[in-house]
């Protein structure tokens, strides 16, 4: 018995090889994005690192590196999402409620750190008064009474 085996030769057309190399310049964007963010990590890991840290270079750099992150993002919905391709209302539609979305994130991390400071100063209407513990007197040691054996 012998088996026939048909091939269907297998075509690239332009078209496909446009989408390869789309994929790999993405990868090689995406890879050096990333590699710029750990740099920038690292970086504040070694600032923390010293004896006095600049705390508002540590910021920027952190902000810097959510700037990065959401670029990143952006890109990997535009790319491999296909996002990009369509219609400018489409990506409108899609985009602004994703920007809402990082809006609510930013407005209930404020809260919380709002309700963090002012809990127990009812509300910011008086200052903090820190609360020494309220310890009940010690009573003096009682007087020790000899028992005679009579």
Excluded: C
């Amino acid at each position: 018995m012998s088996a026939l085996t048909t091939t269907s030769p297998v075509v690239v057309t332009a078209e496909d090889e446009e989408h390869v190399k789309r994929i790999w310049k993405a990868f090689w964007i995406l890879l050096i994005l990333t590699i710029i963010e750990l740099a920038l990590g690292l970086t504040i890991y070694y600032i923390d690192l010293g004896a006095d840290p600049n705390e508002t270079l540590v910021l920027t750099i952190k902000g810097v590196i959510a700037i990065l992150t959401l670029a990143k993002a952006f890109y990997i919905i535009s790319i491999f999402m296909h996002l990009g391709d369509e219609k400018r209302t489409l990506i409108l539609s899609i985009g602004i409620p994703a920007s809402l979305f990082v809006w609510f994130i930013v407005a209930f991390i404020w809260d919380g750190n709002s309700y963090k400071n002012l809990r127990n100063t009812d509300a910011g209407s008086r200052t903090y008064i820190e609360q020494v513990p309220h310890r009940a007197p010690v009573p003096p040691p009682a007087e020790k009474t000899i028992k005679s054996l009579d």
